[in-house]
């Protein structure tokens, strides 16, 4: 009995890791630790060029680019100076996933109050 639910749970292991996932990921999991662990601007940069290349790949194999990746990189343009793009790529978040707009207005709505207090 034991051998079999062993078996009964490897197998059920080995399916679940060969489910094609409707998103493509990359290494992003793994830059944005590193980032996060270590906030240097070589590993911003480092994930930034990653999800470039999930926007990339994700398009070039026509599956929807996994949330809130754009609203990320969009950010991380408006932090640069980059603000037009930077909301291009906010427009682009709630165009793909429209539940994300009240988030995606928010966040805007503090950015544009930032701006206002750091023309001040």
Partial sequence: MKK????????????TGCVNSQY??????YTLY????TQTEDNLEKHKLCIEKVI??????????????????GYYLIMEGDAVQGLEYFDK????????ETFINTLKTQLELEKEQSDE
């Fill in 93 to 100: 978040e709630v165009n793909t996933y429209p539940e994300s």
């Fill in 56 to 73: 990339r790949k994700s398009e070039a194999k026509e599956k929807k680019v996994p949330p809130g990746i754009y609203c990320e990189y």
């Fill in 4 to 15: 079999f639910i062993i078996l009964l749970i490897l197998g059920v292991a080995l399916l």
């Fill in 34 to 37: 590193k980032y996060k662990k």
């Fill in 24 to 29: 493509y990921w990359g290494n992003y999991s």
